[in-house]
């Protein structure tokens, strides 16, 4: 797809199994960059060479707008404030995050290890899980947010004025900017191509956790329905042009493999773990976090969905696709 109009892609590398991010410039009388990518050498450097390409000064940037506070898109954010001079805009629920991505990532830690121990993943697998993903807090450093960006709001970048869209459920903090006037969408990490975004755990500083992120997500997709969107600008893998049914497919994606999950509880019951295996089994130990989010999400939906439930006093948790409630086994599908 070409791109709309006075935006560019910049393509920076990351170490991390997501691959390249896509940073964007929106070029006009307010030179805006959307994303920055991961704190790392070669980001920096595929940033500063594609400004350059672009025949922009980084002091001629004005403003840098997170989609979300995930390191491969903010983790770089500080530097290009500092370099720059611009002021950061995020979303009030990343302010946390971006304020202190060390911490996060450690409340996070603590959440993976305590939720893996109650769903049966293997101690020594949840080990390696926690060791690879605590060495993301090597690729962002805190960046102080001067402006947040609300749902509703209005942003002028480069030449026109772009909507805030508020769409949690990847991460509580993400924001999208949908352009009326050619139905252009800087999607973040909300709308990808291919495929659906993993509700990622992020629990709040007090500790707890988001109440069922991947229902968010589903709830904030459904939203955009309701926009004339006509070209995606993803955080990850190339622009697209989107037909009515994107946002309609994606969900169906999300309820396909619930239903998936909620066959395999029906011939046997499993704790999150054993499900985690049986639906990604060749899922990459760099990955499994992405993979237990998604299990997560899943019977997360199941459950609002009355169609699985833990079994009674069982550690780990083991859930059934057939309710057992009362000491009775019932299935309400059938009743
Ligand atoms: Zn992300
Ligand atoms: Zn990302």
């Not at 590398?13 to 704190?39: F, K, Q, S």
């Not at 002021?87 to 629920?93: F, K, R, W």
């Not at 997709?221 to 697209?240: K, M, N, Q, S, Y």
């Not at 309820?255 to 704790?271: G, I, M, S």
């Amino acid at each position: 797809m070409t791109l709309p109009a006075g935006i560019r892609r910049l393509v920076i590398p990351t170490t991390l199994p997501v691959g390249n991010v896509n940073v964007y410039l929106i070029e006009g009388a307010v030179p805006t960059l959307v994303d920055c990518g991961p704190w790392t050498v070669e980001a920096a450097t595929a940033l500063w060479e594609g400004l350059g390409e672009a025949g922009i000064d980084p002091s001629a940037i004005r403003q840098v707008v997170l989609t979300h506070p995930h390191v491969d898109h903010a983790g770089l954010a500080a530097e290009v404030a500092r370099m720059s001079g611009a002021p950061v805009l995020a979303h009030p629920e990343a302010g946390p995050t971006l304020a202190a991505p060390g911490a996060a990532i450690r409340r996070t830690v603590r959440h993976l290890e305590a939720w893996g121990r109650r769903h049966g993943v293997p101690t020594p697998t949840l080990g390696r899980i926690i060791h690879s993903y605590t060495r993301w807090s090597a690729l962002t450093e805190p960046v102080e947010v001067f402006t947040w960006l609300e749902a509703g709001d209005l942003l002028v970048a480069g030449d026109s004025v772009w909507r805030v869209l508020h769409t949690p459920g990847h991460s509580s903090g993400h924001i999208c900017l949908f352009r009326e006037e050619d139905g252009t969408l800087l999607s973040g990490d909300h709308l990808l191509p291919g495929i659906p975004s993993s509700p990622l755990p992020e629990p709040s500083v007090d500790g707890r956790t988001r109440p069922a992120p991947q229902i968010l997500y589903l709830a904030h997709l459904a939203r955009l329905a309701a926009l004339d969107i006509r070209h995606v600008l993803p955080g990850h893998g190339e622009p697209f042009s989107v037909t009515r049914e994107l946002v309609a497919t994606r969900i169906a994606q999300v309820h396909a493999k619930a239903n998936e999950v909620c066959r395999l509880l029906e011939l046997e019951p499993r704790t999150a773990w054993e499900l985690c295996s049986a639906l990604f089994p060749q899922v990459g130990e760099e990955n499994l976090i992405f993979a237990l989010a998604n299990t997560a999400g899943y019977l997360d939906l199941l459950a609002a969905q009355g169609r699985v439930a833990p079994l009674e006093d069982r550690s780990p948790v083991v859930f059934s696709g057939v309710p057992f409630v009362d000491g009775l086994l019932r299935n309400r599908r059938a009743s």
